[in-house]
Every structure is written in structure tokens, then in C-alpha cells.
């Protein structure tokens, strides 16, 4: 009799736990594949601090081929599902099609960023969801301080140093923690010009910090965020978002190179496919995690809205904590229906409390309803996830050890881009290179490049169009300046043509009015030494310059794409034309009922922002 197959669909909290409580519970008596486009598991809770520099990136992965050796592990990501066949399409990481058969299936796919429609956040605001944008957030920080250090002008300074957080909720309010931490360490060892410090800024439109959590808990990271220097402003979010900075639901603009998006998630868009019933994005299961009219079809994690059976008409929320027990349920009750384990049993839960790390030795927890702040909470946060990690607990332990002793290594490796992290990504634990495979075209059409490596380096000093700033559109071709026909570029306004040499460049077209002189040579040359080919060269075969890849970098925006034609009621429309945007005000004054935009100069700074803190 041939073994039963199992395929697991996501290596997450949910889908990670699935395959190890299987892989123990049938003992080699059935076929477990699981499918995932990257090769670990992700440790989301500590990826603030990879963000902060107080945990190598490797330290929050753990492999799932050494800690499932019974898993067969498939690369890729899933595109179609035909429940009648009971077959699985997906796309591997080099772009080959490949299908899976099963007899059980295991929706685990868990959640990208929560998008809402608000001109400009989808091409000028970025996620915190996935590796890849933990790494460029790093990278983008420390460069922005090191350019800040450099400039010569005072409001270019300002607005490279403010840092917008938007989503005050557990991963916005760790993210704010650790940057203010992060970046005032940084402004300790070379200081910026005239005094200036760098400013946080955490918004959201709720009345209060972690709403989820209880209100003495809410206060104690209210009060560390605002010793450390972070401005708190609550009942306000971004009304408009721009290159050169957001506009606050108050009216207040202000200039910033970093939009932070951490608003929430959304399940992944897979499961809409599926024509199933669906409870806000989210496939609908009953207590035993299975999909009702489909005996094969399972979900777990942030993709299935689980009955909560501890209060009676609601669903479980969308957190780790949650997924990660639904995957143990969900694994017992596969192996029960297919006679390899015991009854069926139903998910119940019982709440363990929660935990924030808010850097240093500063936390805020209430495991098992006690509540705890400062040290004492800083311990149990940190046992915590040490006892939650499947594997590096000896590392993670050692880094910590590590930055408590030595100040951090705040340098920029370059190696993620900010349009390889779209905000409105279907895969964001996948960071979207040159020539790369695309991803379920269908869903992820809407994914934008972000803004193009030139918005990360733009000195801010004139803001007439066209003066030396790549547009956030403008993503660049393989690395290589290389000749082709002319590009029109579609989106809001009027098109523009230009060249693939110049949008690989990212610079506007020559003589173009109001062109500067400066040019962005691609990244290969300056890695090597060498000054930029001119348009006229021929790219040798096989190199970046050529015809893009269709949806790729450079190429022709798929449709519903930011730089192509909006999909209706998707964020990053036609913004405003001529938004009008309140003048700086003098130096040293704030403006009317808030602090001056820009980092502010801080005689006094805060004694729980020290080292010894961090």
C-alpha cells in the first residue's frame, strides 16, 4: 500500500510547526512535502533587532532541512491550486513550473503588509514582514545618518534624519524602540553638524500604544518611547506620502527619507483564489481546522479564520503565539484522518500573555496575566523567545551577550535595494532581484518597485522636477548601461519618454529642463572603478542592458503595477497634483501645537538612551 502524501503549503509559525509535529506523529509512514520560497524558518519576533544591529540576520533563521530531516523541502512559491486534482502549480526560485500531488493539503501561507488606500504609501513606504526588508531598513538607516553627517544643509539634514513609523502596534513600537536606540548610537560616536539628533516618529490612529495589550502595560511603553526621544503621536497617520516626505492627517508635513509601514497584515492573496468561503481575506475553517465540504483541504495560521471557542462568535487573531499552536492541532488532525494517529481534537487556547521588547533592558510583558516592566520584564521577554526559538538559541544568546559589552557595527553592506522590497509584495519574505522569476501574476501584478536606488541618495537640495532623482518607477535594468529603443513610461500625468540606459541609471533624460549635471553610474561600475559607458554601447550577450524580462526590474510594469495604470480602490493612485506642502519653519521654532520637523537638539539627552541601555 503506497504511503499517503501530505503537502504543507508554508514554512511559518503555523506551517513549520505542522511539519515537525507530522513528521514525528507518522513516523515515515507518509510522503510530507513542504513548499516554500526560501530554505528557513523566520523567526519574525526578533526581526526588530536585526533592523537595529543587535542580532546577525542568521541569527532568526533556523534550516529547515537539518530540523525537519523527514520533510522533503520544495523551493518555491505556489501560483494555482486544482482542489479537484488535487494538485499544487508553483513556481520554483529560478523560475522552472513544477506541480505537486497530495492526498492531505495544508494551507500555512501565512500574511503579507496591510495596504490601505492612501496616495503614495505603495511606492515610498516600506514593510517590515520579511528578511529582505529588515536588512534594507538597516542599511537605508545607517546611510541616511552617514549622509546626514555630510550635508551642509540644515533642513537636508533634518529630513534625512527623521524616521517615520507608522502602526504603533507590537512590531511599530519595537521597530521605534530599537532605531532610536540604533541611530542615537550612532550620532554618540560621530556627531551630526550644529547639535542635531535624530527623531523618531510613531504614528497611529489609535488612542493609545499596543491597544491590544492591558493599559498599565500601554503606559510603561508610552513612557520608555518618549524618554528615549521618540515622538509619540496618537489619533494621526499619513494622509499623503511623497518623496520627500508624508503628509499627517493634522496637515503637518514633514520631510523624511524613511516611511515605515506597520499597520497590520492581510492574509496571503493564495487562498483567494480558491473560490472558498472567506471571512475578511481569511479561508474559513471549523474547529478542527479543516475546510468544510473539502476532508483534504486544511489551513492553519494567519490564512484561516479559526473559530475561537473561548469566546463564542469571534476568530482567533492573526499573531505567532496563535499560529504556532494552530500548527500542532492542524498536524494531529491530519495524521488522524488518515489513521496515523489518534481522535480528532479541536483548537482551544489558553492565553499566555504577550511580550515587547522595547531595547536594552527595557520590556513590557504580562506572561500569564502578571504585569511586569523594566528589568524584571526585560529577563522574562528575552527567556521567552530563547525558550520559543526552535534552534540558535546558544547564538542569539551570544549576540546579546555580545552588545551589551561592545558598541554595534553600524555599516551599510548594500546589499538590498529599496525596489527589491515593494510594500504591495504577495512574497515579502523574498527580496525581488534583476531578471529574477516572478511570482503569481495574478496576485502579485500589484507589486511595486518601491522607490529606485536613487531616492536613498538624493540630497534633497532642489526639488524642482527632474533635478537628479530617480522617480520611484524608475527600477533599474540588470546592473548595466546598455542601448535599446526609447521607454514610454506610463502613470499619473503626463508619460515621459525615456531610454533603458537612463532608467537603469536612474536619472532623468539629458536635457531635459531642469537636469542636473550629476549622474548615477550603475553599481557594477562603481564597484569596479570605472566611469559609465555611454548610451551608444552595445551590452555583450547575456549582460543586464538588454531586453528586460517581462514583469521585471526595468521592464514594462504588469498591470495594476505603481507606475502603470492604478487598480481601482489600490493605494498609490494619481496623487495630488501641486499639494501644497507648509514651509519650514525658522530655525529653532516649532510649528504650531507640535515640535519642529527634523531631528531636534537635545542638550539633555535622556540617561536610558546611554550605552549601558543598549
Known amino acids: 500500500m503506497s504511503r499517503p502524501r501530505i503537502l504543507i503549503v508554508g514554512a511559518g509559525f503555523a506551517g513549520y510547526r505542522t511539519a515537525r509535529t507530522l513528521s514525528r506523529l507518522t513516523r515515515g509512514r507518509a510522503h510530507i512535502t513542504l513548499l516554500n520560497p526560501t530554505d528557513y524558518f523566520l523567526y519574525l519576533p526578533l526581526l526588530p533587532q536585526v533592523a537595529a544591529g543587535v542580532l546577525e540576520p542568521r541569527r532568526v533563521t533556523v534550516s529547515l532541512s537539518d530540523s525537519l530531516p523527514d520533510v522533503r523541502l520544495v523551493l518555491g ?72 553627517a555630510s550635508s551642509d544643509d540644515p533642513g537636508t539634514c533634518a529630513a534625512r534624519c527623521t524616521f517615520v513609523v507608522v502602526g504603533a502596534g507590537y512590531t511599530g513600537t519595537e521597530v521605534a524602540a530599537h532605531g532610536q536606540m540604533f541611530t542615537d548610537a550612532q550620532v554618540r560616536k560621530h556627531p551630526l553638524r550644529r547639535g542635531m539628533w535624530p527623531r523618531w516618529m510613531l504614528l497611529d490612529v489609535a488612542p493609545r500604544v499596543l491597544p491590544e495589550m492591558d493599559e498599565k502595560l500601554s503606559a510603561t511603553a508610552d513612557r520608555v518611547l518618549r524618554q528615549r526621544g521618540v515622538d509619540v503621536r496618537m489619533g494621526t497617520s499619513v494622509k499623503e506620502a511623497t518623496h520627500d516626505g508624508v503628509l499627517l492627517t493634522d496637515g503637518e508635513f514633514v520631510e523624511t527619507r524613511t516611511l515605515v509601514w506597520c499597520v497590520g497584515v492581510r492574509p496571503d492573496p493564495l487562498v483567494e483564489s480558491l473560490g472558498l468561503p472567506m471571512e475578511k481575506g481569511r479561508l474559513l475553517v471549523d474547529p478542527h481546522l479543516r475546510v468544510p465540504g473539502r476532508p483534504e483541504l486544511f489551513a492553519c ?61 527595557k520590556a513590557a510583558a504580562n506572561p500569564l496575566g502578571v504585569t511586569l516592566s523594566g528589568v524584571p520584564a526585560g529577563a522574562v521577554t528575552r527567556g521567552y523567545h530563547l525558550a520559543a526559538m526552535p534552534g540558535n538559541r546558544v547564538r542569539v544568546a551570544a549576540d546579546w551577550l555580545l552588545d551589551a559589552v561592545l558598541p554595534r557595527q553600524a555599516v551599510q553592506l548594500g546589499l538590498v535595494r529599496s525596489w527589491s522590497v515593494p510594500l504591495d509584495t504577495s512574497s515579502p519574505e523574498v527580496a525581488r532581484v534583476p531578471g529574477g522569476p516572478g511570482r503569481r501574476q495574478d496576485a502579485s501584478a500589484r507589486s511595486g518597485p518601491g522607490a529606485a536606488l536613487a531616492a536613498d541618495t538624493d540630497d534633497g537640495g532642489d526639488r524642482g522636477a527632474g533635478q537628479g532623482r530617480a522617480r520611484p518607477h524608475d527600477e533599474p535594468a540588470k546592473g548595466q548601461p546598455g542601448s535599446g529603443p526609447t521607454q514610454v513610461r506610463p502613470g499619473p ?33 562603481t564597484a569596479k572603478g570605472r566611469p559609465a559607458a555611454g548610451p551608444g554601447g552595445e551590452p555583450a550577450g547575456n549582460q543586464a542592458g538588454g531586453e528586460p524580462a517581462r514583469n521585471q526590474p526595468g521592464g514594462e510594469p504588469a498591470r495594476n503595477q505603481p507606475g502603470g495604470e492604478p487598480a481601482k480602490n489600490q493605494p498609490g493612485g494619481e496623487p495630488a497634483k501641486n499639494q501644497p506642502a507648509p514651509g519650514p519653519a525658522p530655525p529653532g521654532q516649532p510649528s504650531p501645537g507640535h515640535p519642529a520637523p527634523g531631528p531636534v537638539k537635545r542638550t539633555d539627552v535622556p540617561e536610558d538612551s546611554a550605552k549601558g541601555d543598549s
Open 77 to 148: 512559491e505556489a501560483d494555482r491550486i486544482d482542489l479537484d486534482d488535487r494538485t499544487l502549480h508553483y513556481t520554483g526560485p529560478e523560475g522552472e513550473d513544477g506541480t505537486l500531488a497530495y492526498d492531505r493539503l495544508v494551507l500555512a501561507a501565512g500574511s503579507v503588509n496591510k495596504l490601505l488606500p492612501i496616495p503614495g504609501v505603495a511606492e515610498h513606504a516600506h514593510g517590515f514582514r520579511g528578511l529582505p526588508e529588515a536588512l534594507y531598513l538597516r542599511d537605508h538607516v545607517t546611510r541616511q545618518v552617514e549622509l546626514a
Open 301 to 361: 495560521g494567519d490564512v484561516a479564520a479559526v473559530p475561537d471557542l473561548e469566546n463564542p462568535g469571534s476568530y482567533t487573531p492573526m499573531t505567532a503565539q496563535h499560529a504556532w499552536r494552530h500548527g500542532k492541532v492542524a498536524a494531529e488532525n491530519v495524521a488522524a484522518s488518515l489513521g496515523l494517529g489518534g481522535a480528532r481534537t479541536p483548537y482551544r487556547h489558553r492565553d499566555l500573555g504577550f511580550v515587547v521588547d522595547l531595547g536594552g533592558a
Open 493 to 525: 500625468g503626463a508619460a515621459e519618454p525615456r531610454s533603458e540606459w537612463e532608467t537603469a541609471k536612474g536619472r532623468p533624460t539629458s536635457g531635459r529642463p531642469g537636469s542636473g549635471p550629476a549622474e548615477l553610474r550603475s553599481e557594477a561600475e
